[in-house]
């Protein structure tokens, strides 16, 4: 019995990594790796699914395939530049000429 249940276990994994082509293969298939999400995994489409399953269901969705690792902004955080905190005099003058006085 265990060894029954192993079995389809394992054959129908083998069907979901044959269903996931290599990126090269895939590219010359004319499939195009999409992301409908930054936790979403991609799917490989064809340009006929793009639109029929993705654009005409206003599924929003990003088209991956030619998007390289160094095309990628890094998310590591910019330095940012500390300027010192503007000083101030610690006493007012008076804004016209002092010798003058007020009147």
Same mark, same amino acid.
């Given at each position: 019995?265990?060894?029954?249940?192993?079995? *389809? /276990? /394992?054959?129908?994994?083998?069907?979901? =990594?044959?269903? +996931?082509?290599?990126?090269?293969?895939?590219?010359? &298939?004319? /499939?195009? /790796?999409?992301? *409908?999400?930054?936790?979403?995994?991609?799917?490989?489409? !064809?340009?006929?699914?793009?639109? !029929?399953? @993705?654009?005409?269901?206003?599924?929003?969705? +990003?088209?991956? !395939?030619?998007? *390289? +690792?160094?095309?990628?902004?890094?998310?590591?955080?910019?330095?940012? =530049?500390? *300027?010192? &905190?503007? !000083? @101030?005099?610690?006493?007012?003058?008076?804004?016209?000429?002092?010798?003058?006085?007020?009147?």
């Amino acid at each position: 019995m265990r060894a029954s249940a192993l079995f *389809t /276990l /394992l054959a129908s994994s083998a069907g979901l =990594v044959a269903a +996931v082509p290599p990126a090269g293969a895939a590219k010359a &298939a004319g /499939l195009r /790796l999409i992301k *409908t999400s930054p936790e979403d995994k991609g799917t490989w489409v !064809t340009e006929e699914q793009k639109i !029929t399953q @993705y654009r005409n269901k206003r599924i929003g969705f +990003v088209d991956i !395939t030619d998007i *390289t +690792v160094s095309s990628i902004p890094s998310s590591q955080p910019q330095p940012h =530049v500390i *300027t010192p &905190a503007p !000083t @101030y005099a610690s006493v007012l003058t008076a804004l016209s000429n002092p010798d003058q006085g007020w009147e």
